[in-house]
């Protein structure tokens, strides 16, 4: 690879940092290639990326980001996971593939510019995803309206409970 590519390299991969959520390195050592494609199928599925490129030239593209502090995990073989939406999409994904190949070994991450450990990322691909929080968020909205209406809906109705009571009683009285 020489100097121009390198540049061009370390310029995309600060780019994509720059407009990442979060970022996830992993340790790919003994996946087969049908293997890493299948973990790139399942991330793009849920909107994120896996780049591979070299250590050092990642640690160039990091330097002055929110996530220079993965550098100190760029050791061996690193796959870095990128998602430029929703943070617990890729933790899901890669926690369920490293169930299911145990090459796969997931080193650190950082979420916001705050770095996380092995085990919360775990506990952050426990989370439900996006979609699953807005729809609970907007079913919970729903509901205060919607008995608002049922409480304004049930004082007339209960009036005319009432005055259909008081015509059944008066018509018996006239029986």
């Not at 690879?1 to 050592?29: F, G, H, P, W």
């Not at 990091?62 to 993965?70: C, D, I, R, S, V």
């Amino acid at each position: 690879m020489n100097r121009d590519d390198k540049v061009s390299v370390v310029e995309e991969l600060s780019d994509k940092l720059a407009k990442a959520k979060i970022a996830i390195l992993t340790d790919y050592r003994g996946l087969t290639v049908s293997d890493f494609e299948e973990l790139r199928v399942s991330l793009k599925k849920c909107g994120s990326e896996v780049k591979v490129s070299k250590n050092t030239l990642l640690k160039r593209a990091a330097a002055g980001t929110p996530f220079e502090t993965l550098s100190e995990h760029l050791q061996g073989t690193t796959a870095l996971t990128l998602s430029f939406d929703d943070p617990v999409g890729p933790a899901k994904a890669l926690a369920e593939f490293a169930k299911g190949h145990e090459q796969l070994q997931i080193k650190a991450a950082v979420l916001d510019g705050k770095s996380l450990g092995v085990e919360e990322i775990i506990a952050l691909s426990k989370l439900p995803g996006k979609d699953v929080l807005l729809a609970t968020m907007l079913s919970v909205m729903q509901a205060v309206p919607t008995g608002f209406v049922r409480v304004l809906n049930a004082i007339p109705q209960k009036m005319v409970y009432l005055l259909q009571a008081v015509k059944d009683q008066k018509e018996q009285l006239d029986n």
